[in-house]
């Protein structure tokens, strides 16, 4: 499966952005679908992650209660509603997709990446 990420951008403190991630192929409801983000000089972080029919989310503590992620499988599509942003969440930001069985919070667990988003929130 290939991944498109976008709907990145600058935002002030405080403001939202939606990001979405596009999804080649037929099989896209077979898998679980994450977001990370990288800053730079950093590692890439789990962000959050659904499961393959949208019935499960698992999220970094460090975004729950202020970011949201969705999927449609008729679009092949995942999103990531980012409210109350801050400074700290100025990263690229990727989208994946995981065939295990169970959600998964591990980068290395997933098998294919979009290209990355870069969001910025100014202070």
């Known amino acids: 499966v290939q991944l498109q990420a976008y709907g990145g951008g600058l935002v002030q403190a405080g403001g939202s952005l939606r990001l979405s991630c596009a999804a080649s192929?037929?099989?896209?409801?077979?898998?679980?679908m994450g977001w990370f983000r990288q800053a730079p000089g950093e590692e890439r972080d789990f962000v959050a992650a659904?499961?393959?029919?949208?019935?499960?989310?698992y999220y970094a503590d460090s975004v729950k209660g202020r970011f949201t992620i969705s999927r449609d499988n008729a679009k092949n599509t995942v999103y990531l509603q980012m409210n109350s942003l801050k400074p700290e969440d100025t990263a690229v930001y990727y989208c994946?997709?995981?065939?295990?069985?169970?959600?998964?919070?591990?980068?290395?667990?997933?098998?294919?990446w979009g290209q990355g988003t870069q969001v910025t929130v100014s202070s």
């Open positions: 994946a997709a995981d065939r295990h069985l169970l959600i998964t919070t591990k980068a290395s667990d997933y098998d294919y």
């Open positions: 659904i499961f393959r029919s949208g019935g499960s989310t």
């Open positions: 192929g037929r099989t896209f409801s077979s898998y679980n």
